[in-house]
């Protein structure tokens, strides 16, 4: 029992014991574990296994020591207990021996353990030292790690440096995408030059605002511009543009199957200027309308306008033909064969120019003809044609001796001349061998007038007819509407010549009225007058403005567009402080007043409504059926078909039924009603008995200024022989309104530019209408190179300035012609006079007629000259009308003109002269007074017959040049 007890019971201690020192070991582990050993966390791969193992393996090993140290310990406490209790000892011998064996079986096992310790602590060594060559790994490790965790560290630093500088390079780029530059290396790019020329020429920018616009544009999109450009730069690239449109007409020209021009002068501050256009007609017969600029002209002449034509053409040709664009031998002589129309108003001037330019054309068309004609003859030929050239030269100088006296400038001169006569001969040779149609087609050349002119000259026809009427019938016409001078000379001196001459210089009815309404309502200066309050009344009346025609100046149908506004003069006179109207807006009053004025107003809107307007809108309006002059024949004659019409029944645009079906031109209602509606009611408001007469004889008077003015449509005219493809060749405006728009232009640009230049005017407009933008961009880099170098050239030149300082020339010569012409006609004057103060007057009839009996070449016969002499006496000294009267006569002799049609031959010299005697016989008779002694008048002699000019010696008065018949200013002094 007891052996088995203690046994089990020592057996069962010894089980708690190894279970406690397992948890004891496992609890020192675990601390060991915590303290000393890495984790098996702390490890990746093999290398943490190892380690992890050598962990458990320590842990055993120092449990296992401890649980010996703790037994040992537990021993020593035992043998003390022995000690303190010997009597137990005894007792328990037994059990000791047994427990000494077990303690031997210990320590057997403690020896086993400690074997095994070293073994372990062995292992452990090697554990450790591979613990080691791990931590020295790991350290390797950990600095990679490290390396690694600051690289990923500094991984956003970098990105955001990356970022940073990919926004600062997409920076620089956006801006240098969203950046203009003016300047590149000092030079100003094409692309800027088209640029800088659509703001100045199509957005009318100032050359000095062009850069500041340009900023502050572009500013507000985001995008800098950086560079500079000088206003003149600026000027050069306009001018530039003006070179390229010249180019781009001659080489329309070039492609086109015709050219018809149009021109116009006016004068600007004294100045003469001709605004030139052309049209070009391709193969296709598109048409395309090119500005040519507004040149300079020191006068008006024919000839020196045909002149600035050469000048330009020769210009703009010589521009192409250095430019690289130049395919083409064709120079201005063959500009001149395309031209087949001019277009212009009807001035004289401007036709003769037209003939002019006609002769020029067949020069160098049979000049070109014979050039090409002279290149195909054979070597023989060319030989005998030059032989005959020099033949004809030496005799055209005057033979040998005299061409061997000339320079070589002079026998060069004659070479030329003569070789041109030459070629000229071929080439009109050469021409006769066509046929009829082929030198029609060659020698087409058509001149149309501007309708727009036609219908103000038929107006103004009109107009003069319903004045005349009052006049042959006897009727007390409109109310004249004096000025304040001339109506004070009607009232003061009534009777006197200063009364008569007023009444003559003044004239009334409905277009004085229309201009003096205009002077107050449409004042010429824009600070006076009435005009805004005439704006502002209208828009208070009738909820829209109209504003007055101006009739102030020269403007299409302005007077008759001022007759239907008339009804504001109460409204100035009081809003007044004096509450009177001045001189000018009572004559107004007056007019407004006027019966015989009211009826001119009705007719004038009424035939304007129904005729005028209608016409205009077949010209040039929207539904427009014809746009080519030479087209227009049958409108034409459609409008007199209407006027005769009217003047058949005057009713169907009077009578209170008239329908615009009838009434109208084009049969489509009036474009204005209410003017018609107006008229026809003061008609019969205002009780005007003569409209219908005055309608009639307005209809006359057109019809009479239609007869001279629409002669191009004639039967048997040059439009009407025309084939249809000359029709089109020859294609002309309807208008000349694109030549008077540019004068215009000019003008209103002159007002804030006063010192710019007419060739950078027209480079601007030329560029702008010709549509010269589009046509930059075709233009190579070396082609707007030589467009630069151009205008440099040009702008060096002083071309502007010597075209001003030949006006100053040409004035100068004309004081010139004009000192000579006043000594000429002096030293005429003086001897005259001498001449009639020693003629002895042939008193009676019969000492005429017995001097008429004298041979021809004897002593005594009266000459045409000797009876010129005695008849300028009678005009210097003329006899009274009546003995009491002041009144002189000079007894029917008529003026001395050119040729015979004004005194006639010989024998009606003698009639005048014979009568003139009997005359002044009669009255010394019926006087009893002795015969006068000569009068010379101080200026008599200025003109005698058979000194050409011949001039007249008026009664008592300077004697006049009759300058009738010149139409130029060359042929007056020449005369």
């Avoid at 605004?275 to 002449?301: C, P, W, Y």
């Avoid at 009109?428 to 009829?436: D, G, R, S, V, Y």
């Avoid at 002077?519 to 829209?544: C, N, S, V």
């Avoid at 005594?860 to 002189?888: C, F, K, M, R």
Wanted: overall charge neutral.
């Amino acid at each position: 029992m007891g052996r088995d007890s203690k046994t089990s019971r020592f057996g069962g201690r010894k089980r708690k014991r190894s279970e406690a020192q397992k948890e004891h070991l496992l609890d020192i582990g675990a601390s060991t574990s915590d303290s000393s050993l890495p984790t098996r966390s702390s490890y990746a791969g093999k290398e943490n296994t190892a380690v992890v193992d050598l962990q458990k393996a320590k842990e055993r090993a120092d449990g296992y020591q401890n649980s010996f140290y703790n037994e040992r310990k537990k021993v020593k406490r035992s043998h003390k207990v022995n000690a303190d209790q010997v009597s137990l000892l005894a007792d328990s011998r037994h059990e000791n021996g047994r427990l000494r064996a077990e303690v031997g079986n210990l320590e057997a096992e403690v020896g086993n353990l400690e074997a095994e310790v070293s073994c372990l602590q062995a292992e452990s060594s090697s554990l450790r030292a591979d613990v080691a060559s791990q931590t020295s790994a790991r350290r390797r490790l950990g600095k990679k790690v490290h390396t690694l965790v600051e690289k990923v560290r500094r991984i956003p630093a970098r990105i955001d440096t990356a970022i940073n500088k990919a926004k600062a390079q997409a920076k620089d780029e956006l801006s240098q995408l969203f950046s203009f530059t003016l300047k590149e290396k000092g030079v100003i790019p094409d692309e800027t030059r088209d640029m800088i020329n659509d703001l100045v020429a199509l957005d009318s920018v100032r050359p000095n605002k062009v850069v500041g616009v340009l900023k502050r544009i572009v500013g507000k999109l985001g995008i800098g511009v950086t560079g500079n450009t000088s206003d003149r730069s600026v000027r050069r690239i306009v001018k530039e543009g003006g070179v390229a449109a010249r180019m781009q007409f001659v080489e329309a020209v070039g492609k086109s199957k015709g050219v018809t021009l149009s021109s116009d002068g006016t004068t600007h501050k004294n100045i003469n200027l001709e605004s030139h256009r052309a049209t070009v007609i391709d193969q296709n017969s598109e048409k395309q309308t090119f500005f040519l600029g507004i040149g300079m002209a020191i006068n008006h002449t024919s000839e020196t306008q045909l002149e600035g034509w050469e000048e330009l053409i020769e210009e703009m040709y010589k521009i192409y033909r250095t430019s690289s664009r130049c395919e083409t031998t064709d120079d201005a002589r063959d500009f001149w064969l395309k031209v087949t129309g001019w277009h212009s108003d009807h001035a004289e001037d401007q036709k003769k120019l037209f003939r002019l330019a006609r002769e020029l054309k067949l020069k160098w068309e049979r000049q070109r003809r014979g050039e090409q004609a002279f290149s195909e003859m054979a070597p023989a030929q060319w030989a005998d044609s030059l032989f005959l050239v020099s033949h004809n030269v030496v005799a055209a100088a005057g033979g040998i001796s005299a061409w061997e006296k000339i320079g070589d400038a002079e026998r060069c001169k004659h070479n030329h001349e003569v070789f041109t006569d030459f070629i000229r001969t071929i080439g009109q040779a050469e021409f006769n061998k066509l046929t009829p149609e082929e030198q029609q087609n060659i020698d087409l050349f058509i001149w149309g007038g501007c309708c727009m002119h036609k219908s103000l000259n038929v107006f103004k026809s009109s107009i003069l007819a319903m004045q005349q009427w009052w006049i042959e019938n006897n009727i007390p016409g409109p109310l004249k509407m004096f000025n304040r001078d001339n109506a004070a000379a009607v009232t003061l001196g009534e009777g006197t010549g200063a009364a008569s001459c007023a009444e003559d210089r003044t004239s009334g009815g409905a277009m004085k009225v229309a201009s003096l309404a205009g002077a107050i309502f449409r004042h010429k200066d824009r600070k006076r007058g009435q005009q805004d309050t005439l704006r502002y009344f209208w828009d208070h009346e009738t909820g829209f403005n109209i504003c007055f025609p101006d009739t102030s100046n020269t403007r299409f149908q302005s007077h008759a567009a001022a007759c239907e506004i008339i009804v504001f003069l109460v409204y100035v006179r009081e809003n007044k402080a004096s509450r009177t109207l001045n001189h000018m807006e009572k004559n107004v009053e007056r007019g407004l007043l006027c019966t015989p004025t009211r009826n001119e107003f009705v007719v004038i809107a009424l035939m304007n409504q129904n005729v005028d307007v209608p016409y205009m809108l077949e010209i040039r309006g929207p539904l427009r059926k014809e746009d080519n002059l030479l087209k227009l024949g049958e409108l034409h004659r459609k409008v007199r078909a209407h006027l005769e019409r009217i003047m058949a029944n005057p009713k169907i645009i009077t009578g209170l039924d008239a329908a615009f079906e009838t009434a109208t031109l084009n049969g489509r209602p009036w474009e204005k009603p209410e003017v018609v509606y107006a008229a026809l009611k003061r008609i019969s408001e205002w009780k005007l008995e003569n409209v219908d007469d005055l309608v009639v004889t307005s209809c006359k008077g057109a019809l009479t200024g239609w007869a001279r003015f629409d002669t191009e449509w004639a039967d048997d005219g040059p439009i009407s022989k025309l084939s249809p493809d000359n029709i089109e060749r020859a294609w002309l405006e309807a208008t000349n309104d694109g030549n008077e728009s540019e004068l215009g232009i000019l003008r209103q640009a002159a007002k804030p530019s006063p010192n710019m230049s007419l060739p950078y005017h027209s480079a601007m407009r030329m560029y702008k209408a010709n549509h010269t933008s589009a046509y930059m961009p075709t233009l190579a880099s070396s082609d707007r190179q030589e467009i630069r170098a151009q205008v440099r050239s040009e702008d060096a030149s002083g071309m502007n300035q010597q075209r001003k300082h030949a006006q100053i020339v040409h004035m100068k010569e004309v004081v010139d012609r004009n000192i000579d012409r006043d000594n000429v006609r002096k030293e005429r004057v003086t001897k005259a006079q001498q001449e009639l103060a020693n003629t002895t007057m042939i008193a009676s009839v019969a000492e005429l007629d017995t001097a008429f009996q004298i041979p021809v070449r004897t002593l005594g016969y009266l000459t045409v000259a000797a009876l010129d002499l005695q008849l300028n006496w009678h005009l210097a000294n003329p006899i009274p009308e009546h003995l009491d009267s002041q009144v002189t006569s000079a007894s029917g002799i008529p003026k001395a003109k050119s040729g015979a049609n004004g005194r006639g031959n010989q024998d009606s010299r003698f009639t005048f002269l014979r009568e003139a005697i009997l005359k002044r016989g009669d009255f010394q008779q019926s006087s009893s007074m002795p015969p006068t002694a000569p009068v010379v008048p101080e200026d008599y002699g200025e003109a005698m017959p058979g000194i050409e000019p011949p001039e007249v010696v008026r009664v008592l008065q300077p004697v006049d040049v009759d300058d009738a018949g010149y139409d130029s200013e060359e042929a007056w002094y020449s005369g």
